[in-house]
């Protein structure tokens, strides 16, 4: 029996459950770095770089996938998905240099309910009464988070709604090409459309980066495929429901990287708030696991 049909024979939940720590570690480290370089390169411009070295990273898989046929829909979907994401990517660094890591990482956790409320309109699939109500909670957790007429709402809160509105369009298009291409091929297209979607917007802001600024970004790049690597061991070896509330930890993690390295308060109403939505998504992830089922994006699930 091989390595990988072992480990899905024979879950092992506390392995899992170390790989979506160290998953949860990578996403808050490409998080915090970005924030920290965000200061002086633009948004697009730092989006841009990041992917541009995470081509280099990818560059063994694109060359083994050279050689294969992609049907003229495909193509299409590949195009289309690049372009969403890139709009995506752009708000999501935007969101990074105004708002604080831990807003972000708790809007973040919005995005497989973005999915589900896409899937519905735009593929057919049935609203269930766990869904609906999964989502109102999510709602009531993000409005906690935002607190309208309690506090200002910065253009960054708006840049992560928008970005988690052009996310969950991304991964709707890529479960479109589920079954139609390679899941690598899905993986690589996307570094390599986004990549191009980003030049242009990249050179109309451009500032020419210093060679620390350069190294943090190819950090961030490495974190990210890091982050991927792991995230895919830790669903290999254990069920969701035991993986995803870890994710939790992120939030955790950003609180205290913000407070300790960026001076940013801590804000009870934001973990609040992401505790509410985190456990929305969980509750439905059940669900759809007893129903041998699944909702994606799971939360932790890496855009970048």
């Not at 253009?155 to 090409?177: E, T």
């Not at 980066?209 to 974190?223: H, M, N, S, T």
């Not at 969701?240 to 407070?259: I, N």
């Not at 801590?266 to 699944?294: P, S, Y």
């Amino acid at each position: 029996m091989s390595s990988q049909a072992r480990s899905l024979a024979e879950p092992r939940p506390l392995v899992g459950v170390g790989w979506m720590l160290v998953t949860g570690l990578n996403f808050v480290a490409v998080t915090a770095i970005v924030k920290h370089v965000g200061g002086r390169i633009p948004a697009s411009e730092a989006a841009f770089l990041r992917f541009a070295f995470g081509l280099v990273l990818l560059s063994p898989v694109l060359i083994r996938l050279g050689a294969e046929q992609i049907g003229r829909n495909a193509w299409q979907l590949f195009a289309l998905r690049g372009v969403v994401h890139t709009f995506g990517v752009i708000l999501w660094f935007f969101a990074m240099t105004s708002i604080t890591l831990a807003e972000v990482t708790a809007m973040n956790y919005m995005n497989p309910l973005y999915v589900t409320v896409g899937a519905a309109f735009f593929l057919g699939e049935t609203l269930h009464k766990r869904r609906l109500f999964a989502i109102g909670a999510a709602l009531v957790g993000a409005l906690i988070i935002l607190r309208p007429g309690f506090r200002e709402i910065l253009p960054g809160h708006i840049a992560m709604l928008g970005a988690a509105v052009f996310f969950a369009g991304s991964y709707l298009i890529a479960g479109r090409l589920a079954g139609r291409v390679k899941p690598s091929m899905v993986v690589a297209m996307l570094s390599v459309t986004v990549t191009i979607g980003l030049a242009p917007f990249a050179a109309a802001v451009w500032v020419t980066p210093r060679l620390d600024e350069l190294a943090w970004l190819f950090g961030v790049a490495c974190f990210a495929t890091a982050g991927h690597v792991s995230m895919s061991k830790a669903f290999a070896v254990a069920p969701m429901t035991v993986t995803q509330p870890v994710t939790f930890l992120q939030l955790v993690w950003s609180v205290l990287l913000g407070a300790l390295f960026f001076s940013e308060p801590v804000d009870g109403w934001v973990v609040l708030g992401g505790v509410i939505i985190l456990a929305a998504v969980t509750f439905v992830t059940w669900r759809e696991a007893m129903l041998k089922r699944r909702v994606t994006p799971v939360v932790g699930e890496p855009r970048l």
